[in-house]
């Protein structure tokens, strides 16, 4: 079956930690796409990826990193300088920059310990 | 800026209680709009794209419409597996950033 798997379920994160989320789709989508959601608080944007080996930053990238080495994967790492990063990850594609419909991964929550 | 607004945060309805969910927006350009379903602890779960005023989508017990500043989820005899929360998102003309309301939580009671 096709589609997108996030991968920890859980995270814990312990002080001044890097922590990296994992992203695979094996629906040979060219766009991906990282978003976090607070609770009760809408998805905002943190890094996005139109093609491999580019990606930019979305309205809240300080204290994140990602990579797009292989088409079907997009990585994201929450540095030590994430100050709050306590929140549910979500990983999203799309078959390229011009669909709309974002097809989601099951998330990630991450806490801090 | 663009923005969007959804309204209300919560909603509580008995099985059977037909209802509506707003989306206010503002946007420089309307590329789409967009509805999703979202379960505790899941991925959100697409439902509609609406493009213009005017435009309505239906699927079983949701019917999706759009105005030129808002749009509206109608829920038609809700049953307790609608129960979720409802997405709204818009895409301008702009740029390619996809932006999302905060939802409404829905809850029905059997």
């Known amino acids: 079956d096709g589609g997108i798997t996030q991968s920890p379920k859980y995270l814990f994160r312990k002080e001044g930690q890097n922590v990296t989320l994992s992203c695979e789709q094996n629906?040979?989508?060219?766009?991906m796409y990282w978003y976090r959601q607070d609770p009760g608080q809408g998805l905002r944007l943190i890094y996005y990826?139109?093609?491999?080996?580019?990606?930019q930053k979305g309205d809240i990238a300080e204290g994140y990193s990602v990579s797009r080495e292989k088409k079907e994967s997009f990585p994201l790492t929450v540095t030590s300088a994430q100050k709050n990063p306590t929140a549910f990850y979500l990983c999203a594609s799309t078959p390229n920059r011009d669909y709309e419909k974002l097809f989601f991964g099951s998330g990630t929550q991450l806490s801090v310990l | 800026e663009d923005q969007v607004t959804q309204s209300p945060e919560a909603l509580r309805l008995q099985e059977g209680e037909s209802s509506s969910l707003n989306c206010s927006y503002t946007?420089?350009?309307?590329?789409?709009l967009f509805w999703y379903r979202q379960d505790p602890g899941k991925g959100p779960e697409f439902l509609f794209t609406l493009y213009s005023a005017g435009e309505e989508k239906e699927k079983e017990r949701l019917k999706a419409t759009l105005t030129k500043k808002e749009s509206f989820l109608h829920i038609t005899a809700p049953k307790p597996e609608d129960s979720a929360t409802y997405l709204c998102a818009v895409r301008s003309n702009r740029d390619d950033k996809i932006i999302f309301g905060k939802g409404t939580r829905l809850h029905i009671l059997p």
């Open positions: 946007v420089s350009g309307l590329r789409g």
């Open positions: 629906l040979n989508h060219d766009a």
């Open positions: 990826s139109q093609i491999v080996n580019d990606f």
